[in-house]
C-alpha cells in the first residue's frame, strides 16, 4: 500500500466569477527486503588435460532477495476528460550498506508521460521493455529460481533508456504493448565537406507485447530486438508464457528462444554487452531455446512455489566453446507468509547447474527474510 504524501493543487480564474480546480498527486512509495542467506557456487572441470576446481562461499545479510530495495516517486494530475500526467522516478539501494545500486540517479525508472481511460497510456524515459511485462505474467522465483537465469528478454535488466512506450487500456482481459529504444545518436557530422555518422551507434531497440489476464487465466506472447549491437545481426528474444489458476494450485508454462545474444539477461556469464542501457550476452550466431514450469498453491495461510527452469544452446559446437558449454538447470522452492497487506516473511532455496553454459558450473542458494511495502 502506498501512502499519497501530496494532494489537492488549485487554480483560481479571476476573469469571471467561478473557480478551476485540477487534482494532482505525489506518492512515496518503496521496498525494502532483506535476510540471512547462504551461497555456495563451485566449478569442476577438464580443461586442457588439467584439473580446474574453484569455488566461492558467503553467508551473512542479503538485501534484496524477494523484491530489489527501491524507493521512488509517482505523480498524476488530472487533465479532465479521463486524461492525466503522469510521471515515475525510481532508485534502487543496497540495503545493508545504504548505498546506491547504481551510478544512475533513477537507474530503475524515469519517465513522464500521458494515460488516459479510453486511449491508453504513453510514457517517455527510461523504462521497463515491453518482454519484462509479458513475463511479470508467468508465476516465477527467487534467486537461482528466477526465469532470467535462462530466460532473455524478461529480466528486470531490460530497463530502456531514451525509450518511448505505449499500453492500450484493457481490452476484455488483452492489453498490446509496444516500446521503441532510440539509443544513441545518429548526429552527422562534416569535415571539410564531407558528412559522415557520429561515433556513437544507434542500439535501436523494438519491443512488443500481448497480455492477458482473465479469471483464472492468464498469459502473454512477446518479442524484443536490440540492433547494432557490436556483432552481424540484431540480438532478439521472443517468449510465451500461460498459467492457469485451479484454486488449489497455479500452474506456469513458458517457452522461448533467443538469437544472437541473451537480452537483459542474468545469467551470470561472460560476453556481456551494454545494450542501450541492458545488459546482454552477446555472440554472433548463438541459439538457446528455453523452458519454464512453475506451480503455486496456498498452503497454510501463505504461498508455496516449486520451480524448473531449462535452457540448451549451441555454444557446445566444435567453433564456440565445445565440451566448456552445457545446458542449464534450474530447480527452486520458496515460502512467502504475509504478516500484514505490507510486510511479509519468506524462506527460499535454489540449486543450479551448468550457470551461464559454463558446464561444471553449480550453485546453491538458500535463506530466510522479511520484505516490507510502504
Same mark, same amino acid.
Given at each position: 500500500?502506498?501512502?499519497?504524501?501530496? &494532494?489537492? &493543487?488549485?487554480?483560481?480564474?479571476?476573469?469571471?466569477? %467561478?473557480?478551476? *480546480?485540477?487534482?494532482?498527486?505525489?506518492?512515496?512509495?518503496?521496498?525494502?527486503?532483506?535476510?540471512?542467506?547462504?551461497?555456495?557456487?563451485?566449478?569442476?572441470? =577438464?580443461?586442457?588435460?588439467?584439473?580446474?576446481?574453484?569455488?566461492?562461499?558467503?553467508?551473512?545479510?542479503?538485501?534484496?532477495?524477494?523484491?530489489?530495495?527501491?524507493? %521512488?516517486?509517482?505523480?498524476?494530475?488530472?487533465?479532465?476528460? +479521463?486524461?492525466?500526467?503522469?510521471? *515515475?522516478?525510481?532508485?534502487g539501494f543496497d540495503l545493508g550498506s545504504g548505498n546506491s545500486a547504481s551510478s544512475l540517479q533513477f537507474h530503475r525508472q524515469s519517465y513522464v508521460g500521458l494515460s488516459s481511460d479510453n486511449w491508453g497510456t504513453f510514457t517517455m524515459g527510461r523504462q521497463y521493455a515491453a518482454g519484462v511485462n509479458a513475463g511479470d505474467m508467468a508465476v516465477n522465483g527467487w534467486s537461482l529460481g528466477d526465469m532470467d537465469k535462462v530466460f532473455g528478454g524478461v529480466g528486470y535488466g531490460n530497463r530502456i533508456d531514451n525509450s518511448f512506450k505505449y499500453t492500450t487500456p484493457d481490452l476484455a482481459g488483452f492489453k498490446f504493448i509496444a516500446l521503441y529504444g532510440s539509443g544513441g545518436s545518429d548526429t552527422i557530422e562534416r569535415l571539410n565537406g564531407?558528412?559522415?555518422?557520429?561515433?556513437?551507434?544507434?542500439? &535501436?531497440?523494438?519491443?512488443?507485447?500481448?497480455?492477458?489476464?482473465?479469471?483464472?487465466? #492468464?498469459?502473454?506472447?512477446?518479442? =524484443?530486438? *536490440?540492433?547494432?549491437?557490436?556483432?552481424?545481426?540484431?540480438?532478439?528474444?521472443?517468449?510465451?508464457?500461460?498459467?492457469?489458476?485451479?484454486?488449489?494450485?497455479? /500452474?506456469?508454462?513458458?517457452?522461448?528462444?533467443?538469437?544472437?545474444?541473451?537480452?537483459?539477461?542474468?545469467? =551470470?556469464?561472460? %560476453?556481456?554487452?551494454?545494450?542501450?542501457?541492458?545488459?546482454?550476452?552477446?555472440?554472433?550466431?548463438?541459439? #538457446?531455446?528455453?523452458?519454464?514450469? +512453475?506451480?503455486?498453491?496456498?498452503? +497454510? %495461510?501463505?504461498?508455496? @512455489?516449486?520451480?524448473?527452469?531449462? #535452457?540448451? #544452446?549451441?555454444?557446445?559446437?566444435?567453433?564456440?566453446?565445445?565440451? /566448456?558449454?552445457?545446458?542449464?538447470?534450474?530447480?527452486?522452492?520458496? @515460502?512467502?507468509?504475509?504478516?500484514?497487506?505490507?510486510?511479509?516473511?519468506?524462506?527460499?532455496?535454489?540449486?543450479?547447474?551448468? $550457470? +551461464?553454459? /559454463? =558446464?561444471? $558450473?553449480?550453485?546453491?542458494?538458500?535463506?530466510?527474510?522479511?520484505?516490507?511495502?510502504?
Amino acid at each position: 500500500m502506498k501512502k499519497t504524501l501530496l &494532494a489537492a &493543487a488549485l487554480l483560481a480564474g479571476f476573469a469571471t466569477a %467561478g473557480v478551476a *480546480q485540477a487534482e494532482t498527486s505525489v506518492t512515496l512509495y518503496g521496498i525494502v527486503d532483506t535476510g540471512y542467506g547462504y551461497s555456495n557456487y563451485k566449478y569442476n572441470a =577438464d580443461i586442457l588435460g588439467f584439473d580446474v576446481e574453484a569455488r566461492a562461499r558467503t553467508s551473512g545479510l542479503v538485501s534484496g532477495i524477494v523484491n530489489g530495495n527501491r524507493w %521512488g516517486l509517482k505523480g498524476s494530475e488530472d487533465l479532465g476528460d +479521463g486524461l492525466r500526467a503522469i510521471f *515515475q522516478l525510481e532508485q534502487g539501494f543496497d540495503l545493508g550498506s545504504g548505498n546506491s545500486a547504481s551510478s544512475l540517479q533513477f537507474h530503475r525508472q524515469s519517465y513522464v508521460g500521458l494515460s488516459s481511460d479510453n486511449w491508453g497510456t504513453f510514457t517517455m524515459g527510461r523504462q521497463y521493455a515491453a518482454g519484462v511485462n509479458a513475463g511479470d505474467m508467468a508465476v516465477n522465483g527467487w534467486s537461482l529460481g528466477d526465469m532470467d537465469k535462462v530466460f532473455g528478454g524478461v529480466g528486470y535488466g531490460n530497463r530502456i533508456d531514451n525509450s518511448f512506450k505505449y499500453t492500450t487500456p484493457d481490452l476484455a482481459g488483452f492489453k498490446f504493448i509496444a516500446l521503441y529504444g532510440s539509443g544513441g545518436s545518429d548526429t552527422i557530422e562534416r569535415l571539410n565537406g564531407e558528412s559522415f555518422p557520429g561515433s556513437a551507434e544507434r542500439n &535501436a531497440r523494438v519491443s512488443a507485447a500481448i497480455t492477458y489476464a482473465n479469471g483464472p487465466i #492468464s498469459g502473454a506472447l512477446s518479442y =524484443d530486438r *536490440q540492433g547494432n549491437t557490436g556483432v552481424e545481426d540484431a540480438i532478439t528474444s521472443w517468449n510465451i508464457n500461460g498459467a492457469y489458476d485451479f484454486e488449489v494450485v497455479k /500452474l506456469s508454462l513458458a517457452y522461448g528462444q533467443d538469437r544472437h545474444g541473451k537480452l537483459g539477461w542474468g545469467g =551470470d556469464a561472460g %560476453g556481456f554487452v551494454d545494450t542501450n542501457g541492458a545488459l546482454a550476452l552477446s555472440y554472433r550466431d548463438f541459439k #538457446s531455446n528455453n523452458y519454464h514450469v +512453475g506451480l503455486s498453491a496456498p498452503v +497454510g %495461510g501463505g504461498t508455496l @512455489y516449486a520451480g524448473w527452469n531449462y #535452457s540448451t #544452446s549451441n555454444l557446445g559446437d566444435g567453433d564456440k566453446w565445445g565440451d /566448456l558449454a552445457g545446458s542449464i538447470s534450474t530447480y527452486h522452492v520458496n @515460502y512467502f507468509y504475509p504478516l500484514s497487506k505490507r510486510t511479509g516473511v519468506y524462506t527460499y532455496a535454489s540449486y543450479a547447474k551448468n $550457470l +551461464g553454459y /559454463l =558446464d561444471g $558450473l553449480k550453485g546453491t542458494e538458500a535463506g530466510v527474510g522479511l520484505n516490507h511495502k510502504f
